[in-house]
């Protein structure tokens, strides 16, 4: 497989994701090579903000990264973070990223001048970059995406399928000395999005006419190409890629299952389509307490009736009949989540 089609694949359905890695970065290593005497203008000063009424460094400072390490892990955790864009669609992503970046701005300001008056503590310079979006993103991060264990260290720590996230974003909360107020006042704006809370996801949203537009725009200039099952993987493919591809090729399946499936009961039944039952939050974790069936024994543990249509789903992707009751079961009948089970075990 060329990079070009590895990239098309990685990107296909996030063309949000892929744009801002590409603009980003652009615009970041253009200030840092030939144009560094403009850097000042991209400073988030916000002594310049209230004294000067320098409004303009909230937007300007607030979306290009200064510092090169800065960018390298915003541009990791923006790449874990298309899974989003893939499954809820760009302009509901877009939104989030609008949305957060908006009450965050609004946050630091607050969170300043609340450490300026307890704790007589002045803080005048901020880190640059979009970083207040990419920690609100943790929000959803830890709330919508199930934690599969992948292996163990020492018998005793576990790595999951989440914690090279965690491990980035550490390191991106460690850069400097204050951009632990960034990290809390996204974190601040993710909750206070994702549960919408004073009903933001109306107030602050991508209106449609923008999201037509910008599909019409830039989407072309952004957008991959569909995968292939007929697509190669080159024999210097790792099987982390591998794995990747299969992963990313199924939840593309589940997804178009669940909305065709939507769509039916919406024609018959009639009225707008239940959205909390098409994707469900994933909260249920794996019961670490149930006991394992004998090595001996081919058949399945006893345990919650599971749904038939399920199981018909998860075979008709190549998965045996026991194996899929098994994770249906082991993940209380959660159609992702046993997904994601049957892929590592």
């Known amino acids: 497989m060329t990079m070009i089609q590895r990239t098309n694949v990685i990107y296909n359905k996030a063309p949000l994701s892929k744009s801002l890695l590409v603009v980003l970065s652009t615009l970041t ?3 840092a090579v030939p144009f560094q005497q403009y850097q000042k203008y991209f400073m988030y000063n916000l002594q310049a903000v209230k004294q000067d009424h320098e409004i303009w460094r909230m937007v300007s400072a607030r979306i290009i990264c200064l510092d ?34 908006v009450l965050s701005a609004l946050m ?9 008056h307890t704790l007589d503590m002045s803080v005048s310079i901020l880190p640059s970059g979009f970083l207040g979006p990419i920690f609100a993103l943790f929000v959803p991060f830890y709330f919508s995406i199930p934690r599969v264990q992948v292996t163990q260290i020492l018998g005793r720590f576990s790595i999951t399928n989440k914690t090279l996230v965690y491990i980035v974003g550490l390191q991106l909360l ?14 601040l704006s993710g909750i206070v999005y994702h549960y919408n809370a004073l009903k933001v996801q109306q107030l602050l949203c991508v209106p449609k006419w923008v999201a037509r537009c910008t599909s019409f725009t830039l989407e072309p200039l952004f957008s991959s190409a569909e995968p292939t099952h007929e697509t190669p993987v080159g024999m210097g493919a790792t099987l982390d890629i591998q794995r990747q591809q299969r992963i990313e090729l199924l939840d593309q399946q589940i997804m178009l299952a ?6 039916r009961r919406h024609r ?15 909260r ?10 004998d090595s001996g024994s081919n058949r399945p543990s006893t345990g919650a009736a599971v749904s038939e249509e399920q199981v018909a789903r998860l075979m008709e992707m190549g998965f045996s009949r026991v194996d899929v ?5 082991a993940t209380n009948n959660d159609l992702n989540m046993a997904t994601n089970f049957l892929l590592q075990h």
């Open 29 to 31: 290593f253009i200030l």
């Open 68 to 101: 090169l390490k800065d960018l390298f892990c915003s541009c990791l955790l923006i790449y874990n973070f298309r899974i989003f864009e893939r499954r809820y669609g760009s302009r509901k992503f877009a939104s989030f990223l609008l949305g957060s970046w």
């Open 108 to 116: 630091d300001l607050l969170l300043v001048e609340i450490l300026q």
């Open 174 to 187: 460690t850069s400097s000395t204050t951009v632990w107020i960034l990290a809390f006042s996204g974190l």
């Open 258 to 263: 669940q909305l065709n499936q939507a769509n």
């Open 268 to 282: 018959r039944q009639g009225g707008l389509i239940n959205w909390n039952r098409l994707f469900p939050p994933l």
């Open 284 to 293: 249920n974790r794996f019961n670490t307490n149930n006991q394992r069936q």
């Open 325 to 329: 009751l098994e994770a249906l079961r």
